[in-house]
């Protein structure tokens, strides 16, 4: 349903901000061509921080499994050669893009992605009646079941980009919109939610 690629990532990390010296602990980008998930990247991350117990309790993820995981200056080169050029997403996509670039940051390099859709301010705007904007809860008033636990970050990235597949299906079946692509999303999300509905019926075709 999506006439371009577009790359769903999501972070866990240690806590809020890279630049109070958080930093990523597992990672999963996934390729959405069409309508369906085609390419995934997937790693736990050892960054050689310690993981907060907290962190542990929410997610899972001990301070054993990423003390083994693959060394940040491994996982981050691949992740931003698996993301290319292509459109980037996230639910909170500030959020993810933010460690994104630090961790890039670290090693000297940038990432190239061609823009950025944050898939919960998309879905504020274009479900505006909905109560919770969590993805647990969006997904759940969308019909969308996690297949695994949430808070590791393939599940995470799993039904966002399922979240992003049912806003692009939506586009179409409601409004008629034929070229379903990031541009669109991007255009979306930087509009007020009162203006969203005209917008889209002008990019629309009879339904």
Known sequence: MLDQPIVMLDFETTGLSPAMGDRITEVAALRIVGGEVVERYVSLVNCGVRIPSFITGLTGITQAMVDSAPPADE??????DFIGADALSAHNASFDEKFLRAEAERLALAPR???LVCSLK???RVFPALGSYKLGQLSGALGIRFRSAAHRAEADAEVAAQVLIHIGSHLRAA???RQIDPDLFVAVNKLAAAK???FLQKRGQPV
Do not use: E
């Open 196 to 198: 969203v509905p005209q």
């Open 75 to 80: 996982v981050v080169p691949r992740l931003l």
């Open 113 to 115: 992605h061609a823009s």
């Open 122 to 124: 998309l879905s504020r």
């Open 175 to 177: 409004y008629g919109i």
